[in-house]
């Protein structure tokens, strides 16, 4: 039922209804997890994963389909530039349901009184990223007034080298199971929009009022950064769907290949220049 709530083709002429389509997806994610988990003794511990979970259950049809969609664009379209152009009406809203997630679940995380208790899996993984050497008091503060810290003991290239290695780590992940199981890029993406809203609800110090200033804060680099990861959703989906489709057989797939190839060429170059605007751009103004 829910995937009926919107499809590709109506979210091309409306990109922005993705973001109450994330926005719903994800309240209700987290809704379902502690009406059915709250009291689990074992799955209570592992709600953040559960979230991500229910989200990406709801939106695999409306990923599966919107793949296909650019896939039969492949199909017809051979001018690159008219193929970039129909990719980033799919971008758009991609973008959209990403963001959706990402307010929804920084929303929810500061609202409720256990919302760390809600996303200990995403507080973790932050802890990780930012305090590898104070693991367990990171953990324990839930990362408070950490991120303005993340890597300062390096210079500004080893700076962008780290987090350029790490957005090409997740690229690579995303691409992988995009082509695997041509929707399954949509676990990734939804897992980083956690993260994301996990470091969010620290940044804010859980204060409603704050959200706005700490979601520019990691937007002004987390919107090329998410884009670039969406482009290669779209470029391993899309081989993913001919395969399945069959177009293997015809000269159309080397044109779906060479396509792929470009997206995921553009993404890499988004990424390096998200990182410059991480290391460079993001501390000055915060």
């Known amino acids: 039922m829910l995937e009926l709530l919107v ?3 109506r979210a091309e002429k409306h990109p922005w209804e993705m973001f109450f389509i994330g926005a719903f997806h994800g309240t209700l994610s987290l809704i379902l997890t502690k009406w059915i988990f709250s009291g689990d003794p074992v799955l209570s511990k592992y709600t953040g994963i559960l979230v991500v979970t229910f989200s990406v259950m709801f939106s695999i049809p409306f990923m599966y389909f919107a793949l296909k969609n650019e896939e039969e664009k492949d199909m017809e379209i051979s001018s690159f530039l008219r193929l970039l152009k129909e990719h980033s ?3 758009s809203y991609f973008m959209f349901l990403f963001f959706g997630f990402v307010v929804a679940f920084s929303f929810w995380y500061i609202a409720f009184d256990d919302g760390n208790q809600n996303f200990r899996a995403q507080i973790e993984t932050y802890c990780i990223i930012n305090r590898p050497t104070n693991f367990d008091d990171c ?11 993340t890597t300062a003991f390096l210079t500004a290239k080893e700076k962008i080298v780290n987090i350029f290695a790490n957005n090409m780590y997740v690229l690579i ?3 992988v199971f995009s ?3 041509g929707a399954g890029a949509i676990f990734i993406l939804a897992w980083n929009a956690s993260v994301i809203s996990a470091a969010i609800g620290i940044f804010s110090k859980s204060e409603l009022i704050k959200l706005p200033y700490a979601f520019l804060r990691f937007m002004i680099h987390g919107i090329p950064e998410i884009g670039a990861y969406f482009l290669g959703a779209m470029a391993g989906g899309i081989v993913s769907i001919a395969v399945i489709k069959h177009d293997v057989k015809t000269d159309r797939f080397w044109i779906i290949l060479q396509d ?3 997206l995921i060429i553009i993404a890499v170059i988004i990424l390096f220049f998200a990182a410059l605007i991480e290391v460079f ?4 103004l915060f």
């Open 7 to 9: 499809n590709p083709l």
């Open 89 to 91: 009406k799919a971008l």
């Open 139 to 149: 953990v324990t503060q839930y990362g408070v007034k950490t991120i303005s810290k």
């Open 173 to 175: 992940f995303t691409l």
């Open 179 to 181: 082509l695997i199981f």
């Open 260 to 262: 792929s190839l470009n």
């Open 281 to 284: 751009i993001t501390p000055a």
